[in-house]
């Protein structure tokens, strides 16, 4: 972001060619990071500040430079998307089938209308579920503003120091954070004396550039507000093109995180290098510092007169507690008292500490403006008072308590390596499925007799290998309810299964879960399940055990039957009570593709890889075959005998096709347009930026050397 600022600036300084090649590369390891959340807001920014400037340039009539900068801007986008063209091409292919597209459900699984899935983008509250607090915006100037990290009271036992007695072990064990986020690893803070910086850079630094970052910085800030101040964020989820794609407003921050202190760098250059500055601002600077300053030492002394310290829900839960139970009444209230005493003490403790840095900050800059202190100490010692600050905050977070010279808290290598280790039932499933295949258990043997010949390996080691080979020798899946089913990655380490999480869930998987295997209210319907290969059931509880389901359906079968739906209301419904192993359930858009022909043959998978997969049939008869796995275009293309084939979606999320009578060979292969011809689009683009910037630099060379002769 802050090198995409810069070549703009460069474009300004009319520097065409650097300006343009600093953005086209900038702007091209942005979208490489695939975080296009983050391009979102830095194109508002940068669109700021192009319009701010172009309106000053047209005003002066300088139409030269307008169109110049104009078209160096353009072709420097273009050559950015085109380096990245197979990831924006087929992330946005995918982005169309998930949970951020449209749904073609006009009713959701509690029966309510589906009208946001039916527009496309997602839910106004999964938007702003992690809104900044408004009151929460001063962690930017002292990050126990709400208490930091989401986490226990009673680890700062400082906190607890004015506690009564009675309730100090009940008060260390409620959270420190009392912001109205579900939770945080911590707040954003920029530093007090970066915010102080900034403020009086807008108060006083001639330059256009810091209106339109002023601008933005106060519309971040305000959207980072989310459901705080739904007005505003109404009007862009409403208006503002894919802003409704994007959750975590709070990410707004990082705007601001990268703004502030380019205004503070500013203000500091035109404090040493501007003449008559100091004379011409110092009323300026007195009375905002004086104001800012003034209004923290407020905070200090009366905090509970400007902030509550307590989360809006939590603060309702207690007080619903305490209507339920007048006879406790008394109790609930002191244990409230003690709350705030604990959480007041955090509060306090934190700002009076940025009070400290801002005094010594401004000691510094009025030092510098009547003389006492030198522009180039000014300049170091707040480089240093400012790293010392984020420091010791960044530090907090680091968990670097030692307990006999070893850090308590930090992960050991080994258990980085091996992030799981596998549970009783995780060795129940190796063990029945080495049992009923021999094959396997043979490969097993003969990978570790291999593996011990080259290394030696512990037991943890030897797992790994036990549950390589039957991740790729078996096909099965499983249903884990020992985990957070689907809000965890464990399962998947060990077996194939039909939960996980993704920040950007296939939309039609969402809505299979959501319908047919939903956790919260315990609807898990059989037939779902067996379609969906699930052949062992991990029950939670202390002892967790396996159960075993005969009923899988197994990787592929014919089916004796096909069963028309109207559309997809229709068809998730169905999915609910039929027989898999012999009905398929076949929206009626498919029909022309599919022919009712059936036989009893016999399918099977002979290879699993994840873009790849092989099967088998034998048939007597044509037949119609369905494969549990998901159906997904555009990107996958199916094979008979190494001839294209058709394939439909079926079952909702399934693939289906007819098979003709007799011995083949059916693929599937994954072979998008976008990723292999999206490639060789990113290859041409990017050997021609680096060509450019090869010549840029060669040109700047002879030039100084011919400077130099």
């Known amino acids: 972001m802050p090198a995409i600022l810069a070549g703009v600036i460069y474009l300004f300084r009319n520097k065409y060619l650097l300006g343009g090649l600093v953005f ?39 139409i030269d430079f307008v169109w110049k900068s104009g078209v160096v801007l353009v072709v420097a986008v273009i050559l950015a998307l085109a380096t990245n063209t197979s990831s924006l091409w087929s992330t946005y292919e995918y982005a169309t089938s998930t949970i951020r597209g449209k749904s073609e459900l006009s009713k959701e699984a509690d029966g309510s209308s589906n009208e946001v899935a039916a ?27 709400k208490g930091g990290p989401t986490g226990r009271i009673g680890e700062d036992q400082s906190a607890l120091k004015n506690v009564d007695n009675r309730m100090k072990q009940m008060v260390s064990q409620s959270n420190s954070y009392w912001g109205n986020q579900p939770f945080t690893a911590g707040p954003v803070y920029v530093g007090a004396i970066i915010v102080l910086l900034f403020l009086l850079g807008i108060v006083t630094i001639d330059n256009w550039i810091k209106w339109p970052l002023l601008a933005i910085t106060v519309l971040a800030i305000m959207l980072a507000w989310g459901k705080n101040f739904m007005g505003l964020t ?43 500055f100091w004379e011409k601002n110092k009323k300026k600077l007195m009375i905002t510092s004086g104001v800012f300053l003034g209004i923290l030492v407020l905070f200090g002394l009366t905090p509970d007169s400007f902030f509550s310290f307590f989360g809006d829900q939590e603060y309702a839960q207690l007080t619903q507690q305490m209507n339920q139970n007048p006879q406790q ?10 709350i705030e005493t604990a959480r007041m003490s955090i509060f306090k403790s934190d700002l009076w500490r940025s009070v400290g840095l801002l005094v010594l900050a401004l000691a510094g800059v009025f030092g510098y403006g009547y003389g006492k202190i030198k522009g180039d100490y000014l300049v170091y010692g707040l480089i240093v008072v400012v790293t010392l600050d984020l420091w010791s905050v960044d530090k907090r977070y680091l968990n670097g308590d030692k307990v006999r010279g070893q850090y308590v808290n930090w992960m050991p290598k080994e258990e980085k390596k091996t992030p799981f280790t596998a549970e009783n039932y995780d060795l129940q499933i190796l063990q029945m499925e080495t049992k009923a295949n021999p094959h396997l258990q043979k490969a097993m043997d003969a990978n570790l007799k291999s593996a011990l010949q080259k290394e030696k390996s512990d037991r943890i080691q ?46 039609r998987y969402q ?86 022909e059936f036989t009893s043959g016999r399918i099977q998978q002979v290879r699993g890889r994840v873009n790849h997969m092989t099967y088998k049939s034998s048939s007597t008869s044509d037949g119609f075959a369905v494969f549990s796995e998901v159906y997904y275009q555009p990107g996958w293309q199916a094979f008979i005998d190494g001839e294209p084939a058709e394939h439909v979606r079926v079952d909702y999320v399934l693939r289906g096709m007819n098979i003709p009578a007799g011995d083949h060979t059916i693929e599937f292969k994954f072979i998008p347009d976008s990723y292999f011809v999206g490639e060789k689009i990113s290859m041409a683009s990017s050997i021609l930026l680096l060509i450019a910037a090869g010549a840029l630099l060669f040109m700047q060379y002879k030039k100084k050397d011919e400077e130099v002769a």
């Open 234 to 276: 109404n009007i862009f989820i409403d208006y503002f093109p894919m802003y409704n794609k994007f959750r975590t407003v709070t990410m707004w921050l990082t705007v601001v995180e990268m703004i502030m202190p380019i205004v503070a760098v500013l203000f500091l250059n035109e404090l040493i290098t501007k003449e008559n």
């Open 329 to 338: 009444a008394g109790q609930y209230q002191i244990f409230i008292d003690s």
């Open 24 to 62: 086209a590369i900038a702007f091209s390891l942005q979208l490489k990071a695939n975080h296009f959340q983050i391009t979102y807001y830095t194109g508002l920014l940068v669109g700021a500040v192009l319009l701010w400037k172009y309106v000053i340039e047209l005003k002066q009539k300088n």
């Open 119 to 145: 527009k496309g983008g997602l839910d106004k509250s999964y938007i702003t579920n992690w809104s900044l607090g408004i009151g929460e915006t001063w962690s930017l100037v002292f990050p126990n503003a």
């Open 511 to 596: 809505e299979l879960i959501e319908f047919h295997l939903n956790r919260g209210t315990g609807q898990f319907h059989q037939p779902v399940l067996n379609m969906l290969n699930t052949k062992y059931v991990i029950m939670g509880g202390e002892q967790a055990q396996v159960q075993v389901n005969p009923e899988a359906a197994g990787n592929a079968w014919f089916v004796s039957n096909i069963q028309w739906v109207k559309n997809a209301d229709e068809e998730i419904n169905a999915i609910g009570d039929f027989k898999p192993k012999s009905t398929a359930i076949i929206d009626e858009r498919f029909k022309t593709n599919v022919k009712e």
């Open 462 to 507: 030897q797992q790994e290998l036990m549950f390589n080979t039957l991740d790729t020798m078996t096909n099965y899946r499983v249903l884990d309810l020992a985990n957070n089913t689907f809000n965890t990655s464990r399962t998947s380490y060990f077996h194939k299964t039909i939960g996980g999480y993704h920040a950007a869930k296939l939309m």
